[in-house]
C-alpha cells in the first residue's frame, strides 16, 4: 500500500520502540480516548493502555483501495465499542473508509452509504472485544439531530457494545459523544488522492 503519512506525536506517556531496537520515544501530547489507533503501518510498537495514540494525524491516500485498506487498518487497533465522526464534502471518501472499518471488522456483507434510511445496522460475529455490531449513519439528509432519537442513536450509546461511525457527523455536532474520533477527507491534488487528518 502506497501512502503518505505525516508523523506528528500525539499522546502522552505513550512508549514507542521503533524496529530493530532503535530506541524508546514518549510521546508529547494526551487525549484521553478509549481505543488505540497505532502502528498503522507496522513501523512502531505500542506499549501502552487502552488510550487513543494517532501516531499519523495526517495520511493520504492515492485511491479507493487505499482509504478502505486505511479503514481495514483502524478497525484492527479498535480495541472496543468506540464512535468515529466522519466529515468531508460529497465523495471525499466517507464511505470507502467505512467499507474498510466493516472488513477489518470481519463483516462480511458489502457496505452502502445509508443516505435515504439514515441509519443501518451490520452485526459483528465472533468478536472477542465485545462489539457486536457497526453502526452506520449517514447524516446528510438529516434535518435536525433529534431525529436521531427515533432511532435509537441514545440506546446505541448507552450500551457501548457498537462501533459507530457517522457520516457528515458535522451536522449532529452537539450531540456526539465527547470521546468521539472525528476524522476529516478531503480531495488531494489528483482527482483520486484523499488527506484523511485525524482530529479530537
Excluded at 502506497?2 to 532503535?22: D, I, M
Excluded at 452509504?113 to 472477542?128: Q, W
Aim: glycine content about 10%; overall charge positive.
Amino acid at each position: 500500500m502506497s501512502l503518505s503519512h505525516h508523523p506528528e506525536p500525539t499522546a502522552r506517556a505513550c512508549r514507542l520502540t521503533p524496529p530493530q531496537g532503535g530506541g524508546e520515544r514518549t510521546l508529547t501530547r494526551e487525549f484521553g480516548l478509549s481505543f488505540v489507533i497505532c502502528n498503522l503501518f507496522g513501523n512502531w510498537k505500542l506499549e501502552i493502555g487502552n488510550l487513543l495514540c494517532i501516531l499519523m494525524s495526517k495520511i493520504t491516500t492515492h485511491s479507493s483501495t487505499e482509504t478502505q485498506k486505511l479503514g481495514i487498518k483502524i478497525a484492527g487497533q479498535i480495541t472496543g465499542p468506540a464512535v468515529f465522526g466522519l466529515v468531508g464534502e460529497l465523495g471525499a471518501g466517507k464511505t470507502h473508509l467505512t467499507q474498510g472499518i466493516a472488513q477489518g471488522l470481519n463483516i462480511k456483507k458489502h457496505l452502502t452509504s445509508p443516505t435515504f434510511v439514515l441509519l443501518k445496522v451490520y452485526p459483528v460475529a465472533k468478536n472477542k472485544k465485545g462489539i457486536k455490531n457497526l453502526i452506520h449513519l449517514d447524516c446528510y439528509r438529516l434535518s435536525h439531530p433529534e431525529e436521531l432519537s427515533a432511532l435509537g442513536w441514545q440506546e446505541f450509546l448507552d450500551k457501548k457494545e457498537s462501533v459507530i461511525v457517522v457520516e457528515w457527523a458535522d451536522k449532529i455536532k452537539g450531540i456526539m459523544p465527547a470521546d468521539t474520533v472525528w476524522i476529516a477527507l478531503e480531495q488531494g491534488r489528483g482527482e483520486t488522492e484523499r488527506i484523511i487528518e485525524f482530529k479530537n
